[in-house]
T-cell receptor, first 109, second 114 residues
Framework: KNQVEQSPQSLIILEGKNCTLQ??????????LRWYKQDTGRGPVSLTI?????NTKSNGRYTATLDADTKQSSLHITASQLSDSASYIC????????FGGGTRLMVKP | GAGVSQSPSNKVTEKGKDVELRCDPI?????LYWYRQSLGQGLEFLIY????????KSGLPSDRFSAERTGGSVSTLTIQRTQQEDSAVYLC????????????FGPGTRLTVT
């Protein structure tokens, strides 16, 4: 069964600190992996998309990594800001998209 | 340009009533997806339209759920005889014909069944 598991489920960090969110998947065949940011009450917004051959991709303070051998991905947020408070969703694409449950991040001043 | 739009933004309905949710995809996008996000849950795939092909309905939770896409553009998700467990945010996304790697999401419709 295709599954995407994210950890931690929730995370609280202080403004300016770094954090790393994890995503493990069992989706097969693998097409690409995406990270989305979803603010409360809004639709998800894409942060990064990585194909099988890509190991890392950055988007400003967001850096995603992918290890297709171990089927793991991480999203690293550098120098967090209050506006980073949101849910971060890992999505793995096969025929359709399989969504992780998300990590709810809260950045406190 | 305009993004994906959905209407209404909020809908409160009584148990047993039918509801229709509308999605206007980005102009020119051939793929359209419906998802559901229940409180505290992840996104759940419902249905996928790609051009004129038969839709992928494998995610619809019951036969009370149906969706149409008219003229390859606007889509309507219909829920008949709503139940309280149908309460969720219903999200629509569309993708361009170039390969559809990227999905652009609408703001969602928050459905509350009382």
């Amino acid at each position: 069964k295709n599954q995407v598991e994210q950890s931690p489920q929730s995370l609280i960090i202080l403004e300016g600190k770094n954090c790393t969110l994890q995503c493990n998947y069992t989706v097969s065949p693998f097409s690409n992996l995406r990270w989305y940011k979803q603010d409360t009450g809004r639709g998800p917004v894409s942060l990064t998309i990585m194909t099988f051959s890509e190991n890392t991709k950055s988007n400003g303070r967001y850096t995603a990594t992918l290890d297709a051998d171990t089927k793991q991905s991480s999203l690293h947020i550098t120098a967090s800001q209050l506006s980073d408070s949101a849910s971060y969703i890992c999505v793995v694409s096969a025929r359709v998209l399989t969504f992780g449950g998300g990590t709810r991040l809260m950045v406190k001043p | 340009g305009a993004g994906v739009s959905q209407s209404p933004s909020n809908k409160v309905t009584e148990k047993g009533k039918d509801v229709e949710l509308r999605c206007d995809p980005i102009s020119g996008h051939t793929a359209l997806y419906w998802y559901r996000q229940s409180l505290g849950q992840g996104l759940e795939f419902l249905i996928y339209f790609q051009g004129n092909s038969a839709p992928d309905k494998s995610g619809l939770p019951s036969d009370r759920f149906s969706a149409e896409r008219t003229g390859g553009s606007v889509s309507t998700l219909t829920i008949q005889r709503t139940q309280q467990e149908d309460s969720a945010v219903y999200l629509c996304a569309s993708s361009p014909p170039s390969g559809g790697v990227e999905q652009y999401f609408g703001p969602g419709t928050r459905l509350t069944v009382t």
